[in-house]
């Protein structure tokens, strides 16, 4: 079942990356009213570990991020901009979302802990 699961993962990682960089991107420019959710965590966590995802669905996909460091900054900076202009959109698009540099910041955190953190996720992804 897990060896299926990760063949699946492995054909389709540009999309499972390109959905999720979509699903960032939709929750942050659309009303938290439109959504019918009640979010009682931290805001700041939970843009934290929308960017790890984010970042690790990306060095997952870009096969020769695995091993250089050099593409994973490059993957992390990359997604750090994504963010900023996220923050911008919001400030300058809606009326009803602002900008915030603290989330640029628990952004940030996400990133690093990913980019940390992924060989050894890749390690485990390895042994399934």
């Known amino acids: ?68 460091f050099k593409t994973k900054i490059l993957i992390g900076f990359v997604v750090f901009l994504f963010g900023i202009i996220l923050e911008v959109l919001q400030s300058s698009l809606t009326i009803y979302r602002h900008g915030d540099y603290l989330d640029i910041i628990a952004n940030t955190i996400g990133i690093v802990l990913a980019i940390v953190a992924f060989n050894h996720l890749f390690r485990i992804y390895k042994t399934i």
């Open 1 to 68: 079942m897990l060896k299926s699961i990760k063949s699946l993962l492995e054909r389709s990682a540009f999309l499972v990356s390109a959905t999720i960089t979509l699903l960032v991107a939709y929750l942050s420019l659309t009303p938290i009213t439109d959504l019918n959710v009640e979010i009682t965590i931290s805001d700041k966590f939970l843009h934290s570990l929308a960017y790890l995802v984010l970042t690790c669905s990306w060095l997952f996909a870009i096969k020769k991020s695995h091993s250089n």
